[in-house]
């Protein structure tokens, strides 16, 4: 059985390529001894973690990867096999994939840590990890990166070798037309927004685009009765809940569905319902608007709910035979390309969204002044189908170079 996780290791080494790399690849580094990635399922943290050990560690046989809910974890522990490779082959780096599927994790890793005192670990696992509330507090110890789907930027640079910089969200809010030089000439850009929007979320789309969606569903799939099953010991019974809550969030606009409104539909209790929405949240389905005024999420009602990214909106309509309504679309891609460049968006009465503490209204090119002059309010134009900003106007596709 041990030979299965060795062959299996060094054939993922063999057939992987290293023409390209996420973001994160150049910011990655094993400077602490316990290293974690995290994100949604399908953005590539394998693929990180096994070109860093190609390009780093293989050839000097310091390294080994493993899935830790490989059958072979049936019958010895993670604590004993990373021993066995510390004493008997030497490694030094461990990588472990998927370990929020494997009982008892945070221990096990605690326990290594402790004990192998020369050994880096690095882990990958969903973005619901939670390293702080954990009973042994590995918070103190690691060093956590997050990785997100495509930006914009990446899905062009990966599509057509177009490397273009990134922009400051800080700088794109109150002077947006200093990028006008480097953006709005790029050839079809417009097009290829149109594209990313459909399918540029997951970088599985460069393997195969006719499959695409097929994928995307069944990353749904995976997610809800693998991830959250067992993550959360939540019942099979109940899992048929948070599949109804995504495919409400695909076919109504996200300012009209509420935690009270879903709950009701579903006929369970509020409590029970916001949940539901918080683990749809924490593993990469799902995104909560909350208002920024005093109080923890806790206390505090979602405004508006999102599905997690454009990619899975487009997906789920079009099992439906429909696409969505290009508000929703236009409106979910600026939020989820703030939030996974690591910055807050909140609700606004008097706009869409409010980033930074700038109020953004968003809309096609024909959109204007008219919900601001209303409410007596400064903010910032977003407009999908243009290809240069003005002072108060930011092209839609803009938000998608902040990472």
């Given at each position: 059985?041990?030979?299965?996780l ?5 054939h ?6 290293l023409n ?53 974890f ?8 990373v ?62 990166y ?11 640079y ?13 700088n794109?809010?109150?002077e ?31 393997e ?8 995307v ?28 809550i ?10 009209e569905?509420?935690?009270?409104n ?7 209790d509020f ?51 429909l ?70 106007v930011?092209?839609?596709y803009?938000?998608?170079f902040?990472?």
């Open positions: 059985m041990e030979e299965l060795q062959s299996a290791y060094h993922l080494i063999k057939n992987l390529q390209t790399h996420r973001f994160l690849y150049s910011q990655f580094n094993l400077n602490s001894r316990l290293t974690g990635i995290i994100g949604p399922r399908g953005v590539g943290k394998t693929t990180l973690m096994l070109q860093y050990i190609k390009e780093h560690h293989y050839v000097k046989q310091e390294a080994f990867y493993f899935t830790a809910d490989h059958i072979y049936n019958q010895t522990t993670m604590l004993e096999y021993n066995k490779l510390y004493y008997e082959q030497g490694v030094r780096y461990v990588f472990i994939d998927e370990i929020h599927k494997y009982q008892n994790w945070e221990q096990e890793l605690k326990n290594i840590y402790d004990t192998l005192t020369t050994v880096h670990l690095v882990f990958s696992g969903s973005s619901s990890l939670d390293l702080i509330k954990g009973t042994y507090d590995l918070s103190r110890r690691v060093r956590l997050h990785l997100p789907g495509l930006s914009f930027r990446e899905y062009l990966l599509q057509s070798n177009k490397e273009l910089s990134t922009v400051k969200l800080k794109l809010l109150s947006p037309m200093q990028y006008n030089a480097n953006l709005s000439q790029v050839e079809k850009i417009l097009g290829d927004f149109k594209d990313y929007l459909h399918h540029g979320y997951y970088p599985f789309v460069f195969d685009e006719t499959t695409y969606y097929e994928k569903i069944r990353i749904i799939e995976k997610t809800i009765y693998e991830d959250i099953a067992e993550y959360y010991k939540l019942k099979t019974e109940n899992l048929h809940y948070l599949k109804k995504i495919s409400f969030l695909a076919s109504i606009p996200p300012g569905i509420n935690v009270h879903i709950a009701k539909n579903l006929g369970i409590k029970t319902a916001f949940s539901y929405l918080t683990m749809l949240q924490e593993t990469g389905l799902v995104r909560m608007l909350y208002s920024s005024q005093g109080g923890n999420h806790i206390l505090k009602k979602p405004e508006k709910i999102f599905l997690h990214n454009t990619s899975l909106l487009y997906a789920l309509n079009k099992m439906r035979g696409e969505p309504p290009i508000g929703n679309v236009r409106e979910l891609f600026v939020l989820q390309s703030v939030m996974d460049a690591g910055h807050q968006g909140h609700y606004s009465p008097e706009g869409d969204i409010s980033v930074e503490g700038s109020i953004l209204e968003i809309g096609g090119k024909n959109k204007s002044m008219a919900q601001f002059n209303k409410n007596k309010t400064v903010g910032v134009l977003v407009k999908d189908n243009i290809t240069a900003a003005t002072a108060h930011i092209p839609l803009y938000f998608g902040l990472y």
